[in-house]
C-alpha cells in the first residue's frame, strides 16, 4: 500500500450506523485514501442503531487530520474522535494456542498464563489455548514468551479503546 | 396513508421532489417503473445510451442549480452510468442516479443482468441506497435529494430491487429524512472570519482564486463586492469559469496548466490569497509544493477533507462561500479604508497588456474562431465542451459573463461530456441558445445522442473543431515524446455533416471564419440540432501551457 508505516500510532474512535455496507464504505474509504490500518474493531456500541469503530493507524499528524476529515464525510459515520493515549484505556484481546507435549512445559505455560492474569480456556492433551487480555504490549510480551514452546496458532482482535473518565465519544 | 406499489411511490416522491423530467433507458429491472411512466405526467426523456443519461442529468444540474434525475436498468445499464455518476462526483454536480436491480431474493446469487451497483459506486457517491422495502422509498428518494443538493453537492444513487417496485403497501410520504452522521457546517467560525480580515487589511498584493464552490453557493454578487472593496484581482479554476464576468477590470481569467498568462504570473506575486470554494487541484496550481509559498493563505470550503488536503492554509475557514464572503465583507466594510492600490493594479494592468499582444487571434484557429463565437452570442448562452484542445481553448479564449454558463469535465476530463451535458442544459434553459464546443474524437464517444436531441426536438448547436487527431494527446507526444505520435490520427472519420444528417440533424461544413459565423448564427435559430464542422490544422497546440509539475509562473507559449 502507498503509506511507509513509521509515525505515531493513532487510535481514531468512530461512531457508525450499525447497518450494512457500513464497514465497507469505510475500510474502502481507506484503501482509496492509501491510509494504512494497524488494526480495525467494530461492535455495538451504547447507542441503539450505532456501532463504535476502533481504528489504529501509524502516520503523522497531517495524514490523521486528513483520516479524521475523509471519515466525517462519510455519510454514515456519525462521530469522529482522535484518541489521546495518555488518557485512554486500550484493550486487546488474543486467543494463542500452545502445543504441550511435556507436562513440565504444560506448567510453565500455566505459569506464566497466571501471571500474565490470562485464563486457560480450552485444554487438550497436546494443546492449551490461553486467553489474553491488555495493551498490546501486553500481549507481544506472552506471545514472544511462548514462542520457545511451541505456539501454533495467535488469533488477535485488534485495538479497542474508550477514553477515561467523563470525557466521550458518544453522539450528542 | 395510501395503498400503491413501490414504483408509483418512486414517482410521487420524485414529484413531491419537483422533479421536472428523468433521463433514462428502460430495460428488465425497472419494467415496473416505465409501466408507472407510461400514464404519468412525469417527463421521462429516452436517451440512446445511459452514460448520456447521466451527463444530462449533470448538465441540467449545473445549467439550472437544481437535482438532475438519470435511471437505468440493472447490469450493464447501471454500469453506462457509472462514468457519468463519477464524472459528477469529481465536479460536484447534484444528480440523483435510478437503478433497477433484481428481485431481492436474487440479489447476491449472481442472477441475470445483477451487478452490485451499490458496491460498484460507493466511492463515487455522496452516499447510495438499496432499497428494502416499498415503504422506505418515500423516505430514501427525500434523504437522496436532501444529500445531492446540500454541503458539497455530489452524485446519490438508489438501487431498486423489482420487486420492491411491485410491493404495495401503505405508504407515507413524510418529508422527513433521517441522518444523524450528515451535518453540512455552513455557518462560518467568528474566529476564522476575524483572522481572515486581519490579514486581508494587511495585504498588499492580495489575490483571490474562485472555483465551482463559488457558482455552487450562488456566491458571486459577495465575491465581487468583496474583491472590489480590497482591490484584489480574480483568477478563477476552470470550474469556477463564470463565477465572475471575464470582462471585469480585476478578472485574471484561468488559472493552472492551461491558465492565461496573467493569472499564472499574478497569483504567485500574492502576498496574502483568498481561495474560494476550490480544492486546489494539481491542474489548477502546478507543483503543489512551491505553490504560493510565501503567501497568507485562506481558504475558504464547505469541505472540510478540502481543507488541508493539498494546500495547509494559515486561515482554513469550513462555511458556505455565499455566508463567509458576506461575513469578511461586512467586518471589512466597517474598519478599512480602501488602500491605495495603484502600484498592485498598474502591475496587472502591465501583465493584461502583455498578455494582450502575445495573443494572435487570425485565421480558422480556434482562438480566433472562439473570439468570433462570443462577438455573436447573447451573455446568457450555455457553453458546454468536450476534452482536450477544444476545452482548453474555450476556457482560454471565449470568454464568459454568467455563472452555469460554461459547463465542462473538470475533475474527471470526460470526453463524450459535453454533448449530453448540452441536451440536458437545454432542458433546463430552452430559451437560451446552448452550444457544445467539440472535439472530433469526443464528439464520436456520445455522438449517438443527436437521435435524442433530434427525436426530443431539443435543438443544441455543436461545433467541433475537426483536427481530425486526439489533439491534446498528440500536443503531448509532440511536446514530450519527440513528435512520436502513437494512436491519435482519427483520419477524416466520420463525416460530420452526413453523420448529422443521417440522424435527421443539420450539418455545415465550413472553410472561413466569415463561414463559421454565418453558420452558427442559422444554427442558434435552427429548431433542429446543428452541427458545425469545422476542419482545422492537426498540428495546432494549446498555449499558454505550463508543463506537467512545473512551477505554475513557468508557462510555454510557443
Ligand atoms: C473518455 C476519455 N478517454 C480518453 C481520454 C484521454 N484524452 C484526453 S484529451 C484526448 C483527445 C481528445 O480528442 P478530441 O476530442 O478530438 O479533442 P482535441 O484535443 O483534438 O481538441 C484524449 C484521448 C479522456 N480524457 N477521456
Ligand atoms: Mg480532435
Known amino acids: 500500500m502507498a503509506m511507509t508505516r513509521e509515525g505515531k500510532t493513532y487510535i481514531v474512535s468512530a461512531i457508525v450506523e450499525h447497518k450494512p455496507g457500513v464497514l465497507y464504505s469505510v475500510s474502502n474509504m481507506f484503501r482509496r485514501r492509501g491510509f494504512n490500518i494497524e488494526t480495525i474493531t ?45 488518557s485512554t484505556v486500550t484493550r486487546e484481546l488474543a486467543l494463542v494456542k500452545i502445543s504441550t507435549l511435556d507436562t513440565k512445559v504444560r506448567s510453565d505455560v500455566i505459569n506464566y498464563t497466571e501471571i500474565f492474569k490470562g485464563h486457560v480456556v480450552d485444554v487438550a492433551h497436546d494443546s492449551l489455548v490461553v486467553e489474553i487480555t491488555g495493551d498490546s504490549d501486553k500481549i507481544n510480551a506472552f506471545i514472544e514468551l511462548m514462542k520457545p514452546f511451541g505456539l501454533k496458532e495467535v488469533a488477535r482482535t485488534g485495538i479497542t479503546a474508550l477514553s477515561r473518565g467523563m470525557r466521550s465519544a458518544r453522539m450528542e | 396513508m395510501v395503498k400503491m406499489t413501490g414504483a408509483k411511490a418512486l414517482i410521487e416522491s420524485l414529484k413531491r421532489q419537483k422533479v421536472e423530467v428523468v433521463f433514462g433507458i428502460p430495460g428488465g429491472a425497472v419494467l415496473p417503473i416505465y409501466d408507472v411512466l407510461y400514464d404519468s405526467d412525469m417527463k421521462h426523456i429516452l436517451m440512446r445510451h445511459e ?68 458496491g460498484v459506486t460507493t466511492p463515487i457517491t455522496k452516499c447510495n ?4 422495502n416499498a415503504k422506505e422509498i418515500s423516505k430514501i428518494v427525500n434523504t437522496a435529494f436532501y444529500v445531492a443538493s446540500t454541503g458539497r453537492p455530489g452524485p446519490v444513487l438508489i438501487d431498486l430491487p423489482k420487486d420492491t417496485q411491485t410491493e404495495v403497501d401503505d405508504i407515507e410520504f413524510d418529508d422527513g429524512i433521517s441522518l444523524r ?54 483568477a478563477t479554476t476552470l470550474m469556477g469559469k463564470g463565477s465572475i464576468p ?62 488541508g488536503k493539498n494546500i495547509r492554509p494559515h486561515v482554513p475557514i469550513v462555511a458556505d462561500a455565499k455566508l463567509a464572503l458576506k461575513a469578511i465583507y461586512d467586518r471589512l466594510i466597517k474598519s478599512f479604508n480602501k488602500k491605495e492600490r495603484s502600484l498592485w493594479m498598474k502591475r496587472i494592468q502591465e501583465q493584461k497588456k502583455q498578455q494582450a499582444e502575445m495573443e494572435n487571434k487570425d485565421g480558422m484557429t480556434p482562438p480566433h474562431l472562439l473570439v468570433e463565437l462570443r462577438k455573436i452570442l447573447p451573455q446568457d448562452a450555455i457553453i458546454t465542451t468536450e476534452v482536450g484542445q477544444n476545452q482548453m481553448w474555450s476556457a482560454l479564449y471565449l470568454k464568459t459573463y454568467k455563472p452555469r454558463t460554461f459547463i465542462s469535465s473538470g475533475g474527471l476530463g470526460t470526453m ?4 449530453p451535458a ?23 464517444m456520445t455522438e449517438q445522442d443527436l437521435a435524442t436531441s433530434v427525436s426530443w426536438k431539443i435543438p443544441v448547436t455543436v461545433i467541433v473543431l475537426n483536427n481530425s487527431v486526439l489533439g491534446m494527446v498528440a500536443q503531448w507526444q509532440r511536446m ?79
Open chain 2, 422 to 444: 448540452s441536451l440536458g442544459a437545454k432542458v433546463a434553459c430552452p430559451d437560451v441558445p446552448v452550444l457544445d464546443i467539440a472535439g472530433d474524437g469526443s464528439f464520436i
Open chain 2, 51 to 118: 452514460q448520456c443519461a447521466a451527463h444530462a442529468s449533470d448538465g441540467y444540474a449545473r445549467a439550472s442549480g437544481k437535482v438532475g434525475v438519470c435511471m437505468a436498468t440493472s447490469g450493464p445499464g447501471a454500469t453506462n452510468l457509472v462514468t457519468g455518476i463519477a464524472n459528477a462526483y469529481m465536479d460536484s454536480s447534484p444528480i440523483v442516479a435510478l437503478t433497477g436491480n433484481v428481485p431481492r431474493a436474487f440479489i447476491g446469487k449472481d442472477a441475470f443482468q445483477e451487478t452490485d451497483i451499490v
Open chain 2, 129 to 132: 441506497f438499496q432499497i428494502k
Open chain 2, 480 to 558: 514530450f515524446y519527440n513528435r512520436r505520435y502513437s494512436a491519435i490520427d482519427l483520419g477524416k472519420i466520420p463525416d460530420f455533416v452526413k453523420l448529422a444528417e443521417a440522424y435527421g440533424a443539420q450539418g455545415i461544413r465550413v472553410g472561413s471564419p466569415e463561414e463559421f459565423v454565418k453558420a452558427v448564427k442559422m444554427a442558434m435559430k435552427s429548431e433542429v440540432t446543428t452541427v458545425i464542422d469545422v476542419p482545422i490544422s492537426s498540428e495546432q497546440n494549446v498555449f499558454p501551457m505550463v508543463p506537467p509539475g512545473a512551477e505554475i509562473d513557468k508557462i510555454m507559449i510557443g
Open chain 1, 42 to 86: 467494530v461492535g455495538a456500541s451504547e447507542q441503539k442503531d450505532l456501532a463504535r469503530l476502533t481504528v489504529t493507524i501509524k502516520g503523522d499528524e497531517r495524514m490523521v487530520e486528513q483520516v479524521v476529515k475523509q471519515l466525517q464525510k462519510l455519510i454514515d459515520v456519525v462521530k469522529v474522535s482522535i484518541l489521546d493515549p495518555e
Open chain 2, 181 to 234: 452522521g450528515y451535518k453540512p457546517n455552513i455557518e462560518p467560525h467568528p474566529l476564522q472570519i476575524d483572522k481572515a480580515v486581519k490579514l486581508l487589511v494587511q495585504a498588499e498584493k492580495p489575490v483571490v482564486i474562485a472555483g465551482g464552490g463559488v457558482i455552487t453557493s450562488r456566491a458571486s454578487q459577495e465575491l465581487l463586492a468583496l474583491a472590489e472593496l480590497l482591490i484584489a484581482p480574480i
Open chain 2, 246 to 307: 471575464e470582462n471585469h477590470p480585476l478578472s485574471l481569467g484561468m488559472l493552472g496548466m492551461h491558465g492565461t498568462i496573467t493569472a499564472n504570473k499574478i497569483v504567485p506575486e500574492a502576498d496574502v490569497l483568498l481561495a474560494v470554494g476550490t480544492r486546489f487541484s494539481d491542474r489548477s496550481t502546478g507543483k503543489v509544493e512551491t505553490f504560493c509559498r510565501d503567501a497568507k493563505i485562506i481558504h475558504i470550503d464547505i469541505d472540510a477533507a478540502e481543507v
Open chain 2, 416 to 419: 463524450g461530456f459535453g454533448f
